[in-house]
Structures are given as structure tokens and as C-alpha cells.
T-cell receptor
Framework: GAVVSQHPSRVICKSGTSVKIECRSL??????MFWYRQFPKQSLMLMAT?????????EQGVEKDKFLINHASLTLSTLTVTSAHPEDSSFYIC????????????FGPGTRLTVL | RKEVEQDPGPFNVPEGATVAFNCTYS??????FFWYRQDCRKEPKLLMS???SGNEDGRFTAQLNRASQYISLLIRDSKLSDSATYLC???????????????FGGGTRVLVKP
């Protein structure tokens, strides 16, 4: 149980385009999903917390207009990187918190974004 | 000072040996602690929670020292497959509806060699 999927697993795009990443909890309902970013040889940095049916809460320094988050259902959250630039190239990982657990988060397999 | 700090390593460990490393945290209000394992270019996977009394899961033992604000992970009888980056995760309960905030350490890289 507690499987989280992400799509796509890898994306290469041109600078200026927008990229949408999907995060799905496959076998449980997730009232809260989290979006992280990880640069090479660095740890995961929380970008935003996504609650179903409400606006996402962004961490300091993360532009909400650039990283659009939508959590339309209990099993799906999307992150859209708008007008992507090479510095946005990173490993984006989502996680989901089951309603029935407290602190344990289950991670998706990640999406590797490369912006040319 | 970082909220959660780890020795980045790498710890080069002979197969079959024991390795231990710590993770320090700065927020005394931290309430939950976890060790995650992350393989290269993969997502983190939960290894074990860390309880106040310490806990063991097979060859892995986790300890929590609240007074000194650190947690530790010990791996006995190291296997080649234990080679990975071990991430320390500290949770602070938040007032907001999200419930909690996970903060990751930078990770400790362990390389088990034959």
C-alpha cells in the first residue's frame, strides 16, 4: 500500500515553455501533498504544501506564480513550472500524507526536468 | 545554522562492518524523526521511524537523544546493497492545517565495499 506515482518521470523542454507534473496517490486518499525540489548533491527542499480543495502554501523564496500547484482531488496534485528556464532544471519529487497517518509521507518516484 | 545537519560522508565501509552516523537538529520543538534512504537519482524511501526509546529493525538501529538534539543510525553487518544516501528527517508540528513540516538533512553517503 501507500503508492505514489508521478508523471512524467523525465522531461526535456525548451526555455520559456511550461511543464506540468502530476502526482497521484494510487491506493489511498491524500488530503495533503508536498512538492520538493532536489538539486544535484543537495537535499530535498520543500517548495509547497498542497491541500485538497484549497490554495497551496508556498515556502519562502518559492514563486507561486511560477510554480502553479493544483490539488483538485484527494488523489491528484499537479505542479506546473511556467516559463521554465535552465535554472529550473532539477529533480522534482512529490509526497503524499495519508489522512490516517500522522507524519509519515510517501514519496513519488520523482520527475527529472531538464530545461534547455 | 541549518535546521538539520548531517555529515555528508562518504563513509567507506567494508562489507560486514558496522557503521554509525548522527544527525543534529536545531529546533527543540521537533517531535518526530525518521531515517530515509535515497539511492542515486531515485526518490527517498522510508527506512525507519526513530522513537524516544530507540528502536531496531533487523540490522538497523536508530536512537534519539533529545537532550543533545541528535538522532543516530547504526548499520550492522553492512551489505553492498546498503550503499546509499541516508537522509535524516525531522518533523515540527505546525499550527496550520497541513499538520506538520518535514525538514530533510543533507544526507550521509554510505559506500559499502567488498
Amino acid at each position: 500500500g501507500a503508492v505514489v506515482s508521478q508523471h512524467p518521470s523525465r522531461v526535456i523542454c525548451k526555455s520559456g515553455t511550461s511543464v506540468k507534473i502530476e502526482c497521484r496517490s494510487l491506493d489511498f486518499q491524500a488530503t495533503t501533498m508536498f512538492w520538493y525540489r532536489q538539486f544535484p548533491k543537495q537535499s530535498l527542499m520543500l517548495m509547497a504544501t498542497s491541500n485538497e480543495g484549497s490554495k497551496a502554501t508556498y515556502e519562502q523564496g518559492v514563486e507561486k506564480d511560477k510554480f502553479l500547484i493544483n490539488h483538485a482531488s484527494l488523489t491528484l496534485s499537479t505542479l506546473t513550472v511556467t516559463s521554465a528556464h535552465p535554472e529550473d532544471s532539477s529533480f522534482y519529487i512529490c509526497s503524499a500524507k495519508s489522512s490516517s497517518t500522522t507524519d509519515t509521507q510517501y514519496f513519488g518516484p520523482g520527475t527529472r526536468l531538464t530545461v534547455l | 545554522r541549518k535546521e538539520v545537519e548531517q555529515d555528508p560522508g562518504p563513509f567507506n565501509v567494508p562489507e560486514g562492518a558496522t557503521v554509525a552516523f548522527n544527525c543534529t537538529y536545531s529546533n527543540s520543538a521537533s517531535q518526530s524523526f525518521f531515517w530515509y534512504r535515497q539511492d542515486c537519482r531515485k526518490e527517498p524511501k522510508l527506512l525507519m521511524s526513530v522513537y524516544s526509546s530507540g528502536n531496531e529493525d533487523g540490522r538497523f538501529t536508530a536512537q534519539l537523544n533529545r537532550a543533545s538534539q541528535y538522532i543516530s543510525l547504526l548499520i550492522r553487518d553492512s551489505k553492498l546493497s546498503d550503499s546509499a544516501t541516508y537522509l535524516c528527517v525531522v518533523v515540527v508540528r505546525m499550527i496550520k492545517a497541513a499538520g506538520n513540516k518535514l525538514t530533510f538533512g543533507g544526507g550521509t553517503r554510505v559506500l559499502v565495499k567488498p
